[in-house]
């Protein structure tokens, strides 16, 4: 008899909601837009990885499951 070997794929849950996923797109949105602003200066976000980052920010006040901001 021929064993054909079965491959098993683990699930892992998922670390960020879709919810919190559109959030991001919609903040990546303004930024390419120009209409993205920095919550304490004002000034227009032109950082990818800042868009990322206030996305998630709001994602988390709205309380979307994100995870916890790691400690510097």
Known sequence: MLMIPIRVETVMARQYSKASGKKVE??????????LRSGGSGKKVTSR??????????ARRAGKKVPKKKAA
């Open 26 to 35: 919609k903040t990546m949105k303004e930024m390419k837009a120009g209409t």
């Open 49 to 58: 990885k800042q868009a990322i980052a206030i996305g998630l920010s709001e």
